[in-house]
T-cell receptor, first 114, second 109 residues
Framework: IAGITQAPTSQILAAGRRMTLRCTQD?????MYWYRQDLGLGLRLIHY???????GKGEVPDGYSVSRANTDDFPLTLASAVPSQTSVYFC?????????????FGPGTRLTVL | GQNIDQPTEMTATEGAIVQINCTYQ??????LFWYQQHAGEAPTFLSY??LDGLEEKGRFSSFLSRSKGYSYLLLKELQMKDSASYLC??????????WGAGTKLIIKP
């Protein structure tokens, strides 16, 4: 693995179903983030984690949950998917102790909820 | 509230120069980032400014004026591969990134 991986690449999901988007990084970054990107809108932060064992809510957390059991993995769960959660989801990570603290992004998951 | 403004779309000619502007109002400031995002791909880091002035990196330069809440990304010697969206983001007082909606840059031959 090099960088950040996300799975699945894309998914079509029936409304009401539960879905977990996976994210794994191998850069030993302490911070990880989940964003959604919708046409005409900027990236919006869903949840974040500054270190393993801690999580926080971003701008649009409703309907989503996360966990951070270890440094490398940061899964995002939709408990009961709704059509408004149709979006492209990006996972990112950063080194909070770094000089610049730039975020590195995974390739994204394209989710369609019908 | 927090707000990042940048033009929705710009068009430029191959070989020319283009300037993409970004204005911001945020709660606190811990740096301004520019990312490039090609269609269907993830954003990739281009530049970072935390002090006023110009940062140059090859064909790309980024400028910051903190007093004016203003930045621009300057792309020189445009190439067709520069066709992409350019995202402006500000790191706020909580060290979270606030993102603009992005500027779609179209390069014509």
């Amino acid at each position: 693995i090099a960088g950040i991986t996300q799975a699945p690449t894309s998914q079509i999901l029936a409304a009401g179903r539960r879905m977990t988007l996976r994210c794994t990084q191998d850069m030993r970054h302490n911070a990880m983030y989940w964003y959604r990107q919708d046409l005409g809108l900027g990236l919006r932060l869903i949840h974040y984690s500054n270190t393993a064992g801690t999580t926080g809510k971003g701008e649009v957390p409703d309907g989503y949950s996360v966990s951070r059991a270890n440094t490398d993995d940061f899964p995002l769960t939709l408990a009961s998917a709704v059509p408004s959660q149709t979006s492209v989801y990006f996972c990112a990570s950063s080194d909070l102790a770094g000089a610049i603290n730039e975020q590195f992004f995974g390739p994204g998951t394209r989710l369609t909820v019908l | 509230g927090q707000n990042i403004d940048q033009p929705t779309e710009m068009t430029a000619t191959e070989g020319a120069i283009v300037q993409i502007n970004c204005t911001y109002q945020t709660s606190g400031f811990n740096g301004l980032f520019w990312y490039q995002q090609h269609a269907g791909e993830a954003p990739t880091f281009l530049s970072y400014n935390v002090l006023d002035g110009l940062e140059e990196k090859g064909r790309f330069s980024s400028f910051l004026s903190r007093s004016k809440g203003y930045s621009y990304l300057l792309l020189k010697e445009l190439q067709m591969k520069d066709s992409a969206s350019y995202l402006c983001a500000v790191m706020d007082s909580n060290y979270q990134l606030i993102w603009g909606a992005g500027t779609k840059l179209i390069i014509k031959p």
